[in-house]
């Protein structure tokens, strides 16, 4: 039986004493099959007591299993304490009485948490559990945060000894506060929805100019949805529609290939190469940019793929987004696509590399300082806060990964398009038989075996991405083949914890990998995580 455990253990006066969470509680709460100890032979496991685990809206009650290892019961108290009353949550009550004696063989107790449903909110709960050994005693605090919905009722199914299922686990923050209200009225609003962000984005695009429109579906390749939680699938625009709105996206990108010059290659691929260079403005003043473009010999699918994919985020200003610049066509030669750049922004991918002493691009230069686990969660807060931004603009990435990341020297990250990725990066992206390249291993279940992208399927990716981090850039799934990662992530494995990666952050990623869409938290719900636990971590820095 695999153990879950954090990264400190104190010793304690509890003699021989077990409480822990069975590996089907783990399962119903985490998603891992595992067991997390409280307190293992007497040791208290600190860092899983601070760890405050969310509870479900969808889960009324928990589990705890617990078993004095002496010849003799030790006495106990148990109580439960709401530590803000907002009228959501009925009083907390036990199966067992609150004082007793623990027993020596193993035993489950449950705590039931029943929402009131009349209030739509999170409360923090704490369960107090304190053992006497005779001479002393020891109090552990269990924390909780559940999720109430309003006018959602208590599931009527209670597992007490439940055994292992292969079923998606209802894991952390599964609710929102107002997704039920949303989903009822999700079906009947969906067609006025449409209607009415298509109008907005005609609106927008006639009041703002050339550089600062709202980009539709046809030029951005991602589908626009309505709500966050259940995507609204929209019909695809015609051939010829898509055709004609693609290159008026282009008109209106259009600068003049004099006004721009190359100086070095930064990145090369068979058919795309990565150019540094300057661009100038009407009044000559010179910018670095970031060009993209192809080889002489790259086909017209691969021309258009560099058009469609380098024009998915233009229009979208964000401190956390790349998005393209300009775009330069001229008869007989290949398309330009322009960025802004600065001398010290790199590819995060080729940056993670580079901090593991992996030379890129003939550079021998030394490796950047090592990144610190405060670092890591700060970058991954800034490609969430990226991502949080596209998803307010009602775009889908579809390719949320460290090589379609920038980074500059203040390890500040941004989120870019994808134009490009499959050439400089092959060794991401395989092909399954079905003619096209996908990144496989970065892909939700769903979005892998049936092609279903949501906010959900980028979430999914952005877990990856921060495992990507903590790996300082290795490649995930690295010793199963890309024709079995479907059926490996069916079966319930997922990608395992780094060494150098603490318990509460790769709690976040397996979250971000449930089975179900449903299941998966919400991006504000990551950042909220995040942002407590980077606070966390600074306080003992």
């Not at 969906?190 to 209607?195: G, L, P, Q, S, V």
Request: hydrophobic share 40%; aromatic share 8%.
């Amino acid at each position: 039986m695999r153990l879950l455990t954090f990264l400190v253990l104190l010793p304690c006066c509890l003699g021989h004493l077990n409480v822990y969470l069975s590996s089907a509680e783990v399962w119903r709460l985490l998603g891992l099959t595992a067991e997390l100890y409280y307190v293992r032979e007497g040791q208290i496991n600190v860092y899983a007591l601070n760890f405050v685990v969310p509870v479900p809206a969808t889960i009324g009650e928990l589990h705890f299993t617990w078993q004095s290892l002496t010849r003799r019961p030790l006495p106990y108290t148990l109580h439960a304490k709401v530590m803000k009353d907002s009228g959501a949550l009925h009083t907390p009550t036990f199966n067992i009485s609150n004082e007793g004696f623990v027993p020596t063989e193993p035993q489950t107790w449950r705590v039931d948490l029943p929402c009131t449903g009349t209030v739509a909110a999170e409360v923090d709960v704490t369960i107090s559990l304190n053992v006497s050994t005779g001479s002393s005693s020891t109090a552990l605090h269990f924390q909780r945060k559940k999720i109430c919905l309003k006018d959602v009722p208590r599931p009527a199914v209670r597992v007490d000894n439940a055994p292992y299922a292969p079923t998606s686990a209802d894991i952390f923050y599964a609710g929102a506060g107002c997704a039920g209200a949303v989903l009822l009225i999700a079906a009947i609003a969906a067609a006025a929805c449409r209607a009415r962000a298509r109008k907005l984005r005609r609106a927008r695009s006639d009041e703002q100019d050339a550089h600062a429109f709202l980009p539709d579906s046809s030029c951005k390749s991602a589908a626009s949805y309505t709500s966050y939680r259940r995507p609204t699938s929209i019909p695809a625009p015609a051939p010829e529609d898509r055709a004609r709105d693609l290159q008026q996206r282009i008109a209106e990108l259009t600068i003049q290939r004099c006004r721009v010059r190359l100086r070095s290659v930064a990145m090369e691929g068979t058919f795309g190469r990565v150019y540094r260079g300057t661009y100038a403005d009407e009044e000559a003043r010179e910018q670095e940019v970031l060009v993209k473009t192809v080889a002489e010999h790259a086909s017209q699918v691969q021309v258009s793929l560099l058009l469609q994919e380098g024009c998915m985020l233009y229009g979208l200003h964000h401190e956390r987004v790349l998005s393209v610049l300009g775009v330069s066509i001229e008869d007989q030669t290949a398309p330009f696509l322009l960025y802004p750049w600065n001398a010290g922004w790199k590819n995060l991918k080729q940056f993670l590399l580079m901090c593991r002493g992996v030379s890129i691009g003939g550079n021998s230069g030394p490796p950047p300082p090592p990144l610190t686990t405060q670092h890591v969660v700060r970058m991954a807060l800034h490609a969430l806060d990226g991502l949080s931004y596209l998803h307010s603009q009602h775009v889908l990435h579809k390719d949320i990964a460290a090589r379609n990341c920038i980074v500059d020297e203040n390890l500040r990250v941004m989120i870019a398009d994808n134009a490009l990725a499959r050439d400089l990066f092959p060794a991401d992206y395989h092909c399954l038989g079905d003619n096209e390249n996908r990144p496989i291993k970065w892909l939700a279940l769903e979005a892998l075996t049936k092609k279903q992208f949501s906010p959900s399927a980028d979430v999914w990716a952005l877990g990856v991405l921060m495992w990507e981090l903590t790996t300082l850039a290795h490649q995930p799934y690295a010793e199963v083949d890309p024709f079995e990662v479907a059926a490996y992530l069916r079966d319930g494995y997922r990608l395992q914890q780094p060494a150098n990666c603490p318990d509460e952050l790769f709690a976040v990623m397996a979250y971000c990998w449930a089975m179900s869409p449903d299941d998966r938290p919400t991006l504000p719900q990551l950042q909220i995580f995040l942002r407590e636990f980077h606070t966390q971590l600074t306080r003992f820095v």
